[in-house]
């Protein structure tokens, strides 16, 4: 895996607004024309669960593929609703992402729930594709659902080009003209479109962001038709005042409900960070169970805040969660994915609950 920033690469002209301007599909979703899916109960908080991604994206070594299939299908038995399942970015890039195919076809698919998958470009979604009309035309080993293995893909940039060009080895300005096709195309045949765009606060590589550029990003991925834009704090250094400065400019342009938040927790603010969001508006959180992750391209970010803290931090209070999920159940997965990957239980909550547990046995 070579990642280059001074890699000498043909620059092609950012060619979103002409696209736009011949498209009709693209151009029905400009401006403030964005679609809403429904009416959302205004204290329901959603929990997009990035560990099978996030999370093990960043392990050092390459995750078996039963131990994703088993930390996901417990995800989903534990009441969560969306969980990101892997990746069909370049192998040579992100090994630990390359059975994303077996894991996904091998998981459970629960009714209701969706499994999104990250592509970088057109050849990940070409190989996503071509793996859901395999699987959808045949069942697959003793499978016969006819749930197929995903409905949804997440697209991915950045607000900095030195930021996208360490993760996918082009500019900003490329990566929106790729992700406008892969959008196009993965919406023409029935996937929902989720975009991401990292380093909202500060970049490792060129360090405090223009919150004007993320807002301009994150306007340009929801104008090609993503259904939501995940803001994320790759490297963990965001705080409320931070993340209320920059979400002051952000929400401010865009429909809040539009957006969703994604913190890391490198300092320790993931928790306060996401309540910051909540009291923006904001009612989508990234989370991934038990703190697994980080940023292979992010140097010494931590993982993304755990699950465990943020179902936690919501609890008695007015928000709740779409469905109800089993914190217990989630400190669970926390303990046994952080033991299978020999790796510290991220999750403050988490530690405190098994502390609990531990006690209560004692006494009993
Ligand atoms: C975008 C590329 C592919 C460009 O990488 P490139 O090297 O410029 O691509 P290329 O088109 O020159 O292709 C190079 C090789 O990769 C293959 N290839 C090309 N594309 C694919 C594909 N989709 N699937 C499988 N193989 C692929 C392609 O076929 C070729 O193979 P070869 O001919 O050498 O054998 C690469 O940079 C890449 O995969 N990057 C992904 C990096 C990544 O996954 N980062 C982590 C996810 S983002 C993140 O974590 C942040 C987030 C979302 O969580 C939010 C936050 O916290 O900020």
């Known amino acids: 895996m070579s990642v280059s920033l001074s890699v000498a690469r043909k620059r092609i002209p950012h060619p979103l607004r002409s696209c736009l301007a011949t498209n009709p599909s693209l151009r029905a979703c400009t401006s403030r024309t964005y679609r809403t899916e429904s009416k959302r109960d205004p204290n329901v908080v959603r929990i997009v669960e990035v560990g099978p991604r996030d999370g093990l994206q960043n392990e050092k070594g390459v995750v078996p593929a039963e131990v994703k299939v088993e930390l996901i299908n417990r995800l989903g038995r534990a009441g969560m609703r969306i969980i990101e399942a892997g990746s069909f970015v370049s192998p040579k890039w992100v090994p630990q992402m390359a059975g994303t195919a077996e894991v996904i076809t091998r998981m459970e698919k629960l009714p209701g729930v969706h499994y999104p998958v990250l592509v970088p470009n057109m050849k990940g979604l070409e190989n996503l594709l071509e793996l859901l009309s395999a699987t959808t035309a045949h069942s697959v080993g003793s499978l016969t659902s006819t749930i197929p293995p995903t409905d ?86 965001g705080n409320p005042a931070s993340v209320g400065a920059m979400l002051d400019v952000v929400a401010g342009a865009l429909p809040v409900e539009r957006l969703a938040g994604h913190f890391h927790d490198t300092y320790g603010m993931g928790v306060a960070n996401a309540l910051t969001a909540l009291e923006a508006g904001i ?61 510290q239980n991220a999750s403050r909550v988490g530690r405190a609950l098994r502390a609990r547990k531990e006690r209560q046995k004692k006494q009993s």
């Open 283 to 343: 009612r989508t959180l990234d989370s991934s169970v038990g703190g697994l992750g980080g940023c292979p391209y992010s140097p010494g970010a931590t993982g993304n805040v755990a699950t465990e803290d943020i179902l936690y931090s919501i609890q008695d209070s007015k928000y709740r969660t779409e469905k109800s999920v089993d914190l217990e159940a989630i400190a669970d997965i926390g303990w046994w994915i952080s033991e299978k990957l020999n790796r």
């Open 152 to 237: 949804e893909i997440a697209i991915f940039t950045a607000a900095t080009d030195a930021f996208s060009l360490a993760n996918t080895n082009c500019t900003v300005a490329e990566s929106l003209t790729r992700l406008a096709a892969v959008t196009q195309k993965a919406r023409e045949k029935g996937l929902r479109v989720r975009g991401y765009v990292s380093v909202v606060i500060t970049c490792p590589y060129s360090g405090k962001v223009d919150y004007r550029r993320v807002r301009d990003v994150s306007r340009e991925l929801l104008e090609m038709g993503c259904y939501e834009v995940s803001l994320g704090d790759t490297t963990g250094v």
